[in-house]
């Protein structure tokens, strides 16, 4: 099974995490950040990214929990 990635995005009744992929949420939340804080646990254990969208549906931050093939280099100050 392939890992995919979890997204909180905006849902009628609030805001939603949903698999990648899926045709239906995982679970729907009150507000962005309760959503987002049901996303990171599960991306934690299945080891994957957790996709953070504005309410227009545009990508806005994310956040990687298993092995990025593309990991940030740290600045230098």
């Known amino acids: ?5 979890l997204h909180v995005t905006p849902h009628e009744d609030g805001w939603q995490v949903k ?3 899926a045709e ?3 679970s729907v939340h009150r507000t962005q950040e309760e959503a987002r804080g049901a996303a990171v646990p599960a991306a934690k254990r ?3 990214e957790v996709v ?3 309410r227009k549906g ?3 931050d994310s956040d990687s929990y298993g092995n990025d093939p593309h990991p ?3 600045k230098k100050h």
Not at 1 to 5: E, G
């Open 1 to 5: 099974m392939s890992k995919k990635d």
């Open 19 to 21: 698999r990648e992929g």
């Open 24 to 26: 239906r949420a995982s």
């Open 46 to 48: 299945d080891g994957v």
């Open 52 to 54: 953070i969208h504005d």
């Open 58 to 60: 545009r990508i806005r």
């Open 72 to 74: 940030p280099k740290d």
